[in-house]
């Protein structure tokens, strides 16, 4: 199983990336996605989660506005577009994969996810 993130990088206050995490090794349409990240000193945090069928998404509070999930069953590919983004977005951004499949009431817990990538760095500074 891999998952590999990118699309990170140096980006001004209010400015937009986009993120782009490479799903193989599974079968990806089966699976709930999830972002997170974490920022130095912090524990890791739920940031958007999308089920299987790319229909149902969830959004922590602090981003919601601002950053939009959807996926690409058929690119195996889940995407993460982060507008408007500030400081406190700082962090490294990390994709995982829920083996349940949720389609609805997809999981925010780290627990959950049962793969993970090895994160994109994003850095919002003027």
């Known amino acids: 199983v891999h998952l590999v993130e990118s699309g990170g990088g140096l980006v001004q206050p209010g400015g937009s990336l986009r993120l782009f995490c490479a799903a193989s090794g599974f079968t990806f349409s089966s699976y709930g996605m999830g972002w997170f990240r974490q920022a130095p000193g912090k524990e890791r945090e739920f940031v958007a989660a999308?089920?299987?069928?790319?229909?149902?998404?969830y959004y922590a509070d602090f981003v919601k506005g601002r950053f939009t999930i959807s996926r690409d069953n058929t690119k195996n590919t889940v995407y993460l577009q982060m507008d408007n983004l500030n400081r406190e977005d700082t962090a490294v951004y990390y994709c995982?994969?829920?083996?349940?499949?949720?389609?609805?009431?997809?999981?925010?817990?780290?627990?959950?996810?049962?793969?993970w990538g090895q994160g994109t760095q994003v850095t919002v500074s003027s």
């Open positions: 995982a994969a829920e083996s349940v499949g949720h389609m609805w009431n997809i999981p925010s817990a780290v627990a959950e996810y049962d793969y």
């Open positions: 999308i089920g299987r069928s790319g229909v149902g998404t």
